[in-house]
Every structure is written in C-alpha cells, then in structure tokens.
C-alpha cells in the first residue's frame, strides 16, 4: 500500500500488476518542492514501476498566456528527463485511453477548478474500467485545503490562525538536489529582487504608481514555484513587511483555494458571495447608473475615467493589473453596468482572459471579493448599497495615482 502523507488523496484505489507510473503534471510544472513527482518516484521505487511524466497544456483562453507557458515548457522537459526518459507534453484533449494504456497508477496535482477537474473526471471513467490507482497530490498550496479547514471559511479572519498553526508541518523540501527549470530559476530571481529591493517598502505596496509588490502571481500559477519555497527563503529574513506579505502569500491566496473548493458556485452570480450581499444588492438594483459601458469601451479605454482606462492598458497590454487597481476596477464595473449579474460577469472574462495570472483560485475570490465575499457591509450608498465602494477621491488622496496613469498612457502611446 502506498504511503500516505496529508498531501495526498486516494482517488481510485485500484490495483492492477502493470508497470508504468504515470505523473500527471497538471498544475506544478516544476522540479523542486514539487511534493507530486516525490511522490510518484517514491513509489515507483518502492514497488518497481516505471516512472512516466506527463505535462498537459494547461487550460487558457488567451494564446498570449499559453505562449507564455510555452516559452518555459521546453526546457522544463528537457529538466524533466533528470528522473525519467519517458516525458511527453500534451494537449488538454489527449486521448487519455491511449495515455492510460498498461497503465499502473496515475500521479496528478490536484486541481480546484472546474476545467482543470474536467481533466480529472476523464481519467477517473478510464481508470475505473483499467484498474488504475489514481492518487492526487496537494503539491501547489501550503497546507492542504482540507487539512486548514473542513468548510467554506467566511473570511481570512477565521482561517488565518487555522493555517498559520499548521506552516511548520508542511515545510519540507523534497527535490531540492535536482538542476531547476528556467522557469523554476526566473521565479526565484523574481523572487530575490523582491526580498533585496522591495520588501522593506512592502507596507507602501498598495501604492500604484510605486512597483512594490512582488510579480510572483503567474509564477504561483503556473506552479513555477512552490509557496514552501518562498517562505523557505524568506524564514531567515528579519523584515517588519515580511508578515504582510506571507500573509498575502498564504492566508490570502490559501482563503481563495478554500473558496473554491468548498463553493461550488465560485465562478457564477448566484451563489458566489454571502445573503447579505445578494439582499443589498437586490435594494439597489434599479438605481440611477449615469455611466453604462459595454465590453468593447472598457478594452477600447474609452471611459471618463482616466484611472480606471489606465487600468485597461495595464491589463491589456502588460498582461496584469496593480493590485490595489484591481479593486478599484472591478468596482467601477460595478458602478457603470445595468445589472450586478452583467457586471460580474464582464470582470470575470476581462480578469481571466487578460491576466497572466488569470484563471486561478485568487482570480475568482478577487472579483467575489468585489461583491461582499470575505468582506463585511459598509455604509448604505447608491448602486453599492452595502457593498464596499471605492471612488477617485481615495485614489488621489492617498496616492501619487497620476504617475500611474502617465506610466501606462506611455505604455500604450510607446507601442503605437
Ligand atoms: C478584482 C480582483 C481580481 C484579482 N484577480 C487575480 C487573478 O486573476 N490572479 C491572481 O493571482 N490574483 C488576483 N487577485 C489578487 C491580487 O490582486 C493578486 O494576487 C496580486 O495583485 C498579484 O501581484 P503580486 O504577485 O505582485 O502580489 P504580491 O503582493 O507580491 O503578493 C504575493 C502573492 O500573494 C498572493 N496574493 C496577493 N494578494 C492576494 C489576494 N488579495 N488574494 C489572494 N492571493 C493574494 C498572490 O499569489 C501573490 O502572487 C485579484 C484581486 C482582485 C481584487
């Protein structure tokens, strides 16, 4: 029987006598801390079998993203061959019958979001027919979600200290002797310059026009980089910010996984945030919009409002958005659509098809955010109602905001 740690989940505990294990690289498409392909070779050692690695496309929506993927997944191939000759790299709709032929077990990171689970569900109708043991490996979060938490917590007040006691438990590094990918490498240069330049001004990061946060977002995503190593490299650190950040780094980003996992309707209106939220907002439905936008004005940059365009070419351009605009962007969507439905809607597909680091847990509690999840009700106001509401006024008082707002009208005048 294989070993069990609390990273991993028998999903089918099948068993045949056929020799090739199967690791589905799905969503920690790295060598180190990588806690799936451990476990995959610790098993193959244990019990004989053949190690197989297999990295599938990863899901997106915007070609530029999955070329941003693409421009690291040679040379992780080349570094997956380390523990294995037989590395293939395949496309989301792979015949996964021909994959699991003379197949023993399959290793697969596990997933939170419907498209990657999608993934999953196709391997498991196969693998019941085959006899195939599946086992998932919680190898791209800190503590595994169900282990911080057996239910949808309602904010990261009430499950900060559940995941904070745990951190020593889960701190291990495993791989670590093993050459990294260029990705993996990136990460961790990212990573330093933060720590060297950035993190003793982390408490001014809400600032737009300062570039103070760290730009680990897409790496997160695409599991170049494990949270474990992160705050391995910062342990030794003695930093007033560093707190903020880990806090960031894992409570925040552990509460967005915990969403999704217990919250079935994470990515639809109805059912994403709390009563209170849903009741404020049918008291307000039918208020005065002066603004309506569509779409095409938003990804146009033809609002009135220059912050909130300023947003657009970073999102449009850059591929991402500073994360204190990111609120006060999907706020004024709010503000200038005819319905919240509508509005939520049209954050979500801007968010997920524009970002690098779109279509991850933190993408859809972000905008949930927006509507009153893991917040609290605030002062009744048109349109809002008990929503938080964020205008202009804030931007400009507490922050230098026109340097952003030049800085990206020279992004979009200088590629012109
Ligand atoms: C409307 C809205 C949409 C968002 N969409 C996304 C998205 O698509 N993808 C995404 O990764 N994040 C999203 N966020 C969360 C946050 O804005 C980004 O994670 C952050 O801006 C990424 O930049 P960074 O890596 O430089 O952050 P840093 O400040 O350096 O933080 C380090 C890491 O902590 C995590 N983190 C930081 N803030 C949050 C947060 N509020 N919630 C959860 N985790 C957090 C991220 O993994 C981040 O990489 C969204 C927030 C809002 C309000």
Known sequence: ??????????????????????????????????????????YCEEFHKDLWIVMVEPYEINSRNLDYFYQYSEDLYEKLHQFTDQV?????????????????????????????LSILNQIKKIAIKKEVLIIEVESNVFVPITVASDKEEYAARTIRRKINDKLSSYKDEVLNEYLSSKAEKEAIDCLKDFIDHKLSRYDEHNDPSKNLTSGLSPFLKYGFISPVTIYNMMETINDNNKEDFLEELIVRRELAYNFVYYNQSYDEFEGMTDQWAYQTMKNHMDDQRDYIYSMDDYIHFRTHDPYFNACMIEMVYLGKMHSYMRMYWAKKIIEWSKTYEEAYKITLDLNNRYFYDGLTPNGYTGVAWCYGKHDRAWFERDIFGKLRYMNDNGLKRKFNIDTYVEDMNNIKGGSE
Not at 95 to 115: C, M, P, Q, R, W
């Open 1 to 42: 029987m294989i070993q069990m740690s609390n990273r991993n989940i028998v999903v089918l505990d099948n068993h045949n006598d056929k020799d090739k294990v199967i690791y589905l690289m799905n969503k920690s498409f790295r060598v180190n801390n990588n806690y799936t392909l451990y476990q995959a070779m610790k």
């Open 88 to 116: 293939k790299i395949i496309k989301r709709d792979y015949d996964y019958n021909k994959l699991l032929e003379d197949t023993h077990a399959v290793f697969i990171d596990k997933s939170y979001l419907k498209f990657d």
